[in-house]
């Protein structure tokens, strides 16, 4: 097992990374003394693999539990939901004590989160996120919430978990495809921090794929471990944290415009970071050999790195850009890499050169 500390002062907590986790936590739990009664809030897919396990081992550990299960998928990330969990929590006669439990990927942990955030103005917070995204990058860092219908994640807090457990195990029953849109974000961080990361991904892509549990505890802890850095230094997001939305600008914009139905996450920011490395190789030092070493890794890693985009949607693909939350003044900025294993923030690019870097990922 690997453990990483994330360092936010009296906030700060452990990531535990490693196989065979679940059946811990209500020992971990107790040690830290979070309180005899928990509500565990999962997804109707997690649910039926994990429950069970995680049920048990709170009430070994003498902690009762009440279960919520959600329909799976990001149309559960909503306000309603929100209040139905509240319901649930009063009627379980949850108090004060009490913490939340987020079982399951990134959609139950910024749920969960935002109930914990905001139950009696915050209970305690646990996650145990089951998807290779949520354990690199959504259970790290804090930020809770929910979408509204005029956009994702507009509703929301910062509010660090006591404990995150990312039990290695859980990925078995991931499908394939999650499991490689979570690469997406994996090798984000090798571009954007760290050379030897990138390197080790190239070298050993194939046993990830495999899910060799030794090289994805490795993987993950460091994952872990750069986003912690990053958020420890910027938890409230006013300029470092941006680096993290490497590949991001392009990325979100080419789900919103294909309304979040065609492309996982994962998958649209592959399209976005290899957009990115073209933008990086115009703009800053960063080579072209660089740039189709990233393209290389994401394409070995199984994710898509070109688009059909019509005229149409091209026009409000940099529509959606835009309109993205992060832009400041109207201003569309870049994260821009200079060499793998480095990357730089506020990036203003012209039109023209997005336009150069769409034609770059069309098909
Ligand atoms: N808070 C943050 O900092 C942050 C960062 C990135 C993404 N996010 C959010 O995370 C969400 C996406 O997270 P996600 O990719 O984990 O999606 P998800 O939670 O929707 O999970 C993907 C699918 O896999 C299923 N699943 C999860 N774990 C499984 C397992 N072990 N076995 C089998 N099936 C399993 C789920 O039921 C779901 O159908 C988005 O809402 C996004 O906004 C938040
Ligand atoms: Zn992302």
Redesign the pocket.
């Known amino acids: 097992m690997k453990t990483v500390k994330v360092p936010l002062g009296d906030r700060s907590y452990r990531i535990l990374i490693g196989p065979d986790l679940m059946q811990q936590i209500g020992k971990q739990c107790q040690k830290l003394k979070l309180g005899t009664s928990c509500a565990i809030v999962t997804?109707d897919?997690?649910g039926p693999?994990f429950a069970d396990t995680v049920v048990k081992s709170f009430e070994d550990a003498g902690i009762r539990t009440t279960l919520i299960t959600i329909p799976?998928?990001?149309q559960s990330?909503n306000l309603r939901l929100v209040h139905q969990c509240y319901d649930r929590l009063a009627e379980a006669r949850l108090e004060r004590k009490s913490f939340v439990v987020a079982l399951?990927?990134?959609?139950?942990?910024?749920l969960a989160g935002f109930v914990a955030a905001t139950y009696l103005r915050g209970v305690d917070f646990v996650q145990i996120p089951?998807?290779l995204?949520?354990q690199v990058?959504?259970s790290v860092?804090g930020?809770?919430g929910v979408n509204l219908k005029a956009g994702?994640?507009l509703v929301g807090a910062f509010y660090q978990p006591k404990l995150v457990l990312c039990d290695l195990d859980?990925?078995k029953?991931?499908?394939e495809r999650?499991f490689r849109?979570?690469l997406a974000e994996v090798i984000k961080y090798g571009i954007i921090d760290d050379a030897r990361l990138f390197k080790q991904l190239e070298k050993e892509i194939d046993r990830l794929l495999q899910l060799d549990t030794h090289c994805l505890e490795g993987v993950i802890a460091r994952c872990c471990q750069i986003k912690a850095k990053v958020v420890g230094e910027d938890e409230k997001e006013s300029g470092l944290r941006a680096i993290l939305n490497y590949g991001h600008t392009i990325g979100h914009a080419i789900e919103a415009i294909t309304r979040y139905g065609t492309y996982?996450?994962g998958e649209a920011i592959s399209i976005g970071q290899v957009a990115a490395g073209y933008l990086s190789q115009q703009l800053t030092d960063f080579s072209i050999p660089h740039a189709d070493r990233a393209r290389c890794l994401f394409e070995h890693a199984g994710l898509p790195t070109t688009i059909k985009l019509s005229k149409p949607q091209r026009t409000r693909l940099i529509q959606a850009m835009q309109l993205d939350k992060k832009v400041s003044a109207g201003e569309v900025k870049f994260v821009l890499a200079h060499q793998i294993g480095h990357a730089t923030p506020g990036h203003r690019v012209t039109p023209d050169l997005i336009h150069a870097a769409l034609d770059h990922v069309s098909k």
């Open positions: 997804d897919k997690v693999l799976n998928g990001e990330k399951g990927g990134g959609v139950v942990g910024d089951t998807t995204l949520s990058d959504s860092g930020k809770v994702k994640n859980s990925l029953t991931l499908p999650e849109a979570g996982l996450h």
